[in-house]
């Protein structure tokens, strides 16, 4: 007998009797009600409430195959994943997750906090709002989930054994396929959606071999560097926002992997922010304010980490060689330079590729459009090539401006 004998796809009613049933959030004489409120590209997510009271809760479960695609056959194990991580990383950060009530290994679903009170960052970015605290709460984040899952930090056996219950087969190969692969080579045909830039990105992925070489090697690294355990799709679309709060969501992706995988997309997808505000907005003076914002967050965002890095770092280091002087320079600086390369692949896989972001495709002149893919795709190339002499969050800022202004 398989754990999923008794799986089924919830409807919205479903998910409903379900939360009466199995949580203890709801009172006798509530009233719920239920919506499918996901757009993400692999799950179901509802949302029930009582319509006698505030109480609401959010149930996510995973389904057989990717929401968007039945070609990408996923086990709903993902969903154990997910809730463990946000667990851990509720541990780690505080705050800084929704709480977790509930996981059921039975249909694959995971109960947990309802944000509706917050906003998609994606969704807020691409109205232009700016978030000045997002620096702060996403590098202490990054800081707290990775380098204490670390062998910096954790006792080696105990890492070893957490490697092991994080491995992520399968969602893992959807980011080397989608990020390190098909951008550069379209190997499994799926690419065809970018034909107006069609010949330019052939010329300047597919055919740049200088290129081609720089993103093997970081696809072995991604393929083979436990280093930490990673949330694995740090976009935007995976951060709920508001003026003064920040929660991380969606670590179904989670794995022990290179810590600059991270940071590198949060970095990229302030960039796509960046250039949809240049591709879109009239009034001038906003649109150069809002850039402004962007430019600061991205200079906050690699400094901040570096600080609270070292910070987190001299206070919690455990393994004994970790505190060899010069060390923690040297693996910090192999972190930034990861960042830079781990953006770039990010920035080229959202227009090249089957996942695209809307900071993009909701550009509706096309002339902007392609000059926007050609800006993301040039700033790419430069953070992959020359990632080693990236260190500091103005030279993530000073590239961008100098192409934009070539
Ligand atoms: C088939 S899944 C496509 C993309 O959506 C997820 O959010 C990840 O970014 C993945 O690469
Ligand atoms: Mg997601």
Not at 151 to 175: G, M, R
Not at 201 to 221: C, M, P, R, W
């Amino acid at each position: 007998m398989s754990k999923f004998d008794k799986y089924f796809l919830m409807s919205p009613s479903d998910a409903a009797e379900y939360a009466a049933e199995k949580l203890s959030i709801f009172c006798c004489d509530c009233e719920l009600d239920s919506k499918e409120i996901g757009d993400g590209n692999l799950n179901y997510v509802f949302r029930v409430w009582d319509k006698n009271s505030d109480k609401s809760v959010i149930i996510k479960q995973a389904g057989f195959t990717a929401r968007i695609s039945e070609d990408f056959k996923l086990s709903p194990d993902r969903n154990r994943i997910e809730a463990e991580t946000l667990r851990f990383q509720g541990d780690l950060a505080p705050g800084l997750v929704p709480v977790v009530y509930k996981y059921d290994d039975t249909l694959s679903c995971c109960s947990m906090e309802d944000l509706s009170d917050y906003t998609i960052m994606r969704q807020a970015l691409l109205q232009h709002k700016i978030f000045p605290k997002f620096a702060e709460h996403i590098t202490t984040f990054m800081v707290n989930t990775l380098l204490l899952t670390s062998d910096v930090f954790l006792n080696h056996q105990e890492k070893k054994s957490l490697v092991k219950s994080y491995t992520n087969p399968e969602l893992c190969e959807i980011t080397e396929d989608l990020v390190y692969t098909e951008p550069f080579n379209d190997y499994k045909h799926r690419n065809d959606v970018f034909l107006p830039n069609l010949d330019w990105v052939k010329k300047e992925l597919y055919n740049d071999n200088e290129l081609k070489l720089e993103v093997a090697k970081l696809k072995f690294d991604f393929l083979t560097n436990a280093q930490a355990l990673i949330h694995g799709d740090l976009h935007t679309g995976s951060i709920f926002v508001n003026e003064n709060s920040t929660k991380i969501i969606d670590p179904e992706f989670a794995f022990y992997g290179p810590m600059g995988y991270d940071v590198g997309n949060i970095i990229a997808n302030m960039i796509f922010a960046w250039v949809n505000a240049d591709a879109t907005m009239d009034n001038e003076e906003e649109c150069i304010n809002f850039k402004n914002w962007v430019e600061n967050t991205i200079c906050e965002i690699i400094d901040k980490f570096k600080a609270k890095f070292m910070k987190v770092w001299k206070e919690e280091a455990k393994e004994v060689l970790a505190k060899t002087p010069g060390f923690s320079q040297w693996y910090l600086s192999q972190v930034i330079h990861d960042t830079a390369a781990v953006a770039g692949l990010e920035l080229c896989r959202r227009i090249v590729g089957m996942a695209h972001v809307k900071d993009i495709t909701s550009i509706e002149n096309e002339s902007a459009r392609l000059r926007a893919e050609r800006i993301c795709i040039t700033v790419a190339k430069g953070y992959i090539k020359n990632r080693e002499s990236y260190l500091f969050g103005e030279q993530f800022v000073n590239t961008l401006k100098e192409v934009e202004y070539e």
